[in-house]
């Protein structure tokens, strides 16, 4: 399975699964507070325009008064978004991608640039990590996946269209400060990882949404475990860092009187130091459903 790919569908923001139960299950779990019920939702930040969310999560969002995701979707706005993004992820003057990676590196990323259909030029003034987003991004697209079709997405339109808040977890300029916070190697590691996964994603990409839409933990649990195998320098502050800080913010939601529906990115809540594993030894029972 493509690590890079799966971190980014399924903890920022992209065939069958094993390991299917008779019972049916969906990324999704709610815990009760004193008065209220809090549902998590395990999002892919990518998904084909057809696909439609299942009625358990249409069910949790019709119980819900307000949503929480990553960021403050609703609010959002796209002039500032593409400021901040460039203000982190663009290199000073006197250098470039090439002068970062070294020739014969930056060689394989305009090879993979012109592959994806994408002149190599317009990545020349990126930092390593935005190189790689983007990459992997517009490979993403390029496998019939729509940004504008994601989880998120969907349910933001939905809150928009009834009038229902949204609030964030952390601001964008935390989330991007996070790749950009990488050190140089990390970077360029980062962006070599992301032109390997994508010479090898398309049918993967299928098991791992699969996995998604049948509620699958275990195998989610195990791509996870491979990624943080392969690259723990990228996964811990991505995905365990990220889940230990919100943890106080969602205890904070159970002593409200309005149900709540948590989006995260599905990594966030499978596997060791997850969300749920997080609350679940703080004594708080969570279901699935």
């Known amino acids: 399975m493509p690590k890079l790919l799966l971190l980014l569908l399924l903890s920022l923001g992209l065939?069958?699964?094993?390991?299917?139960?008779?019972?049916?299950?969906?990324t999704l779990w709610s815990l009760h507070g004193k008065s209220n019920t809090v549902y998590?939702?395990?999002?892919?930040?990518?998904l084909k325009p057809s696909e439609r969310l299942p009625p358990a999560v249409d069910q949790a969002y019709r119980d819900a008064e307000k949503l929480v995701m990553e960021i403050d979707m609703d609010d959002l706005d796209p002039l500032a978004m593409q400021q901040t993004t460039m203000e982190l992820g663009l290199l000073p003057q006197d250098r470039t991608l090439e002068s970062e990676l070294g020739t014969t590196a930056y060689a394989?990323?305009?090879?993979?640039?012109?592959?994806i259909g994408i002149d190599?030029?317009?990545l020349s003034r990126f930092r390593p990590w935005l190189?790689?987003?983007?990459?992997?991004?517009?490979?993403?697209?390029?496998q019939g996946l729509d940004p504008n079709a994601g989880v998120e997405?969907?349910?933001?339109?939905?809150?928009?269209?009834?009038?229902?808040?949204?609030?964030?977890?952390?601001?964008?300029?935390?989330?991007?400060?996070?790749?950009?916070?990488l050190s140089s190697e990390q970077q360029r590691e980062f962006l070599m990882y992301s032109v390997e996964d994508t010479e090898r994603a398309s049918q993967e990409l299928d098991q791992l949404i699969g996995a998604w839409r049948q509620g699958d933990t275990r195998t989610l649990e195990q791509l996870l475990a491979e990624g943080f195998e392969k690259y723990p320098d990228l996964y811990r502050p991505l995905t365990v860092e990220r889940n230990r800080k919100w943890i106080p913010s969602i205890e904070d939601l159970l002593d409200d009187t309005d149900d709540y529906?948590?989006?995260?990115?599905?990594?966030?809540?499978?596997?060791?130091?997850?969300?749920?594993?997080?609350?679940?030894?703080?004594?708080?029972?969570?279901?699935?459903?």
């Open 120 to 122: 190599p030029a317009l």
């Open 153 to 181: 997405q969907q349910l933001a339109a939905r809150a928009g269209a009834d009038g229902k808040e949204i609030i964030g977890l952390e601001t964008l300029q935390q989330q991007l400060g996070m790749l950009a916070g």
């Open 40 to 46: 998590l939702l395990g999002s892919v930040h990518f």
């Open 261 to 289: 529906l948590v989006v995260v990115g599905t990594l966030h809540l499978v596997g060791k130091d997850s969300v749920i594993e997080l609350l679940e030894r703080k004594g708080y029972k969570v279901t699935q459903h």
């Open 15 to 26: 065939m069958p699964a094993g390991g299917c139960a008779a019972e049916e299950h969906h």
């Open 131 to 142: 190189a790689a987003m983007t990459l992997v991004q517009l490979q993403l697209m390029k």
């Open 108 to 115: 394989r990323v305009s090879e993979q640039a012109r592959q």
